[in-house]
């Protein structure tokens, strides 16, 4: 009887650890145009999220973020990008201001989401997986500076990460998109 309460109470605990581990698939978000965005849109894509802004040295990896997911949108990957001001002010324009920066300097067309905060007490919940181990259980990955990038696979689990001053067209980025 003690082993059957025993081997019951390990399976409500497992299963309850399994049921609170979250994915990309939990999480919906505000577009650049404030509409409704489920990332469960995405099931089966590998996701690259970086948090964007277009006053900074790191601005011009705009371009090569295009590039990327031009050279690989059709082979199930997406860019999204995430606005924030978090760092010195280097993103203090409007959700139309951002919009217009980046198709008019940049030819952006993968998808640029609301203007968030990445860091701090008022990190967006999105923002809050992908740097906490205890929310992602994988590894905590604070955002250093604009332009880090989040790496999730086709089941909406976060992979790894790049540093800002990593470039978009990498080897560990590219490495990683054309794994199969």
């Not at 900074?56 to 973020?65: D, S």
């Not at 959700?95 to 990190?123: A, H, Q, R």
């Not at 809050?128 to 181990?133: A, I, V």
């Amino acid at each position: 009887m003690h082993k059957i309460i025993l081997t019951i109470l390990m399976t409500l605990i497992i299963n309850s650890a399994m049921a609170q581990q979250k994915s990309l698939y939990d999480f919906k978000v505000k577009d650049i145009d404030e509409k409704e965005f489920d990332m469960a849109s995405l099931k089966g894509k590998k996701v690259l999220i970086v948090n964007v802004a277009s006053k900074c040295g790191f601005t011009p990896q705009y371009a090569q973020l295009e590039e990327l997911y031009k050279k690989y949108k059709d082979q199930n990957f997406i860019v999204i990008g995430f606005p924030s001001n978090d760092f010195k002010g280097q993103e203090p324009g409007t959700n139309e201001e951002i919009k217009e920066f980046c198709s008019l300097n940049y030819g952006v067309t993968f998808p640029i989401m609301d203007k968030v905060t990445v860091i701090g007490e008022n990190k967006a919940p999105i923002y809050k997986w992908l740097t906490e181990k205890s929310e992602n259980s994988k590894f905590d990955a604070e955002v250093q500076w604009n332009f880090q990038k989040f790496m999730i696979d086709e089941n909406g689990q976060l992979v790894d990460f790049a540093l800002s001053k990593e470039s978009p067209l990498s080897e560990k980025i590219i490495n990683w998109i054309e794994k199969k």
